[in-house]
């Protein structure tokens, strides 16, 4: 499996990269982003990677860069650019959706950390120090867009950054903890989407003497009408964004967790980005993670 996600990577860093070659540089970005791609696959560090013997044998006559070379290279722009193109090329949805997915998924490290970017909020179980990754996804599996943020930022200010720079129309699916009038007017302001979630303390409660926002009391209209049908199916929906998270992390590439070497912001960001990408090229290839006999 490692060699096919590592050919689907190499064929479609030809079709991205169309940067000029550069004398001064010692190595193509396309270069540092196959190295870094090289060292994700396989779960390892980027030292790893730098070393002739972890390639195969047709591959190791190529010259390697340095870790810190890869270290350097990997926060320039062309190098982030790249790698952003590459994500837009993979992960993006292909052609406009009717309805889409919203939800956060928390990545935990251990609390002895010292990653002082890291922060404490609410995880599976209880609380955990670590990030939260806040995906806005296609009923697919595209992802539209996602950010990534210390575990004790609420998701609805994630959301809300989601809802304003992703340019999108149809119905948006949460959960009852995305039950806010800021997200609704927000949706209601650019127009031709609507939120659907439940009300947060359920359909027995009023709604208060506050102002609603006219997108809140449209999600209660289709979620709460007992002769509409349209509305509970299509909150029914919203469990398959859970089962493209358990695609996400239940294959051996894929984001089972943050390694110890994965911390700070910066690289907790382009690890998720790196594994977004694998996921998406399994699935769109048909690759799998077992041996036919």
Request: charge should be positive; aromatic fraction near 8%.
């Amino acid at each position: 499996m490692e060699h096919q996600l590592w050919n689907a990577i190499v064929a479609l860093l030809d079709e991205v990269d169309q940067s000029a070659f550069s004398p001064w540089a010692d190595f193509t970005d396309r270069r540092i982003v196959a190295v870094w791609y090289w060292s994700v696959i396989h779960d390892r560090p980027v030292s790893w990677a730098c070393q002739r013997r972890h390639w195969p044998v047709t591959l190791r006559r190529q010259r390697l860069p340095s870790n810190a070379t890869m270290s350097r290279r990997l926060r320039t722009p062309a190098v982030r650019q790249l790698l952003a193109a590459l994500e837009q090329r993979v992960c993006r949805p292909q052609q406009p959706g009717l309805w889409w997915l919203i939800d956060g998924k928390p990545l935990p490290i251990s609390g002895c950390s010292k990653d002082r970017q890291a922060g404490y909020g609410r995880s599976t179980g209880g609380k955990a120090k670590g990030y939260k990754i806040h995906v806005l996804m296609a009923s697919d599996g595209a992802i539209a867009n996602w950010r990534l943020a210390p575990m004790n930022t609420d998701e609805r200010v994630m959301a809300a950054r989601l809802l304003r720079t992703t340019p999108l129309q149809g119905y948006i699916v949460a959960d009852s903890n995305y039950d806010s009038n800021p997200l609704h007017e927000i949706c209601d302001r650019l127009g031709n989407r609507q939120l659907v979630v439940p009300r947060r303390y359920g359909p027995g409660h009023g709604f208060g003497k506050r102002r609603q926002a006219a997108g809140r009391l449209r999600s209660a209209q289709l979620l709460e009408n007992p002769l509409a049908t349209f509305g509970p199916q299509l909150h029914h929906e919203r469990n398959e964004i859970e089962r493209q998270f358990g695609q996400l992390t239940n294959w051996g590439g894929g984001l089972t967790g943050l390694p110890a070497w994965v911390r700070t912001h910066r690289r907790v960001h382009r690890w998720v980005q790196a594994k977004l990408v694998l996921t998406a090229l399994k699935r769109q290839n048909l690759i799998s993670t077992y041996v036919d006999v």
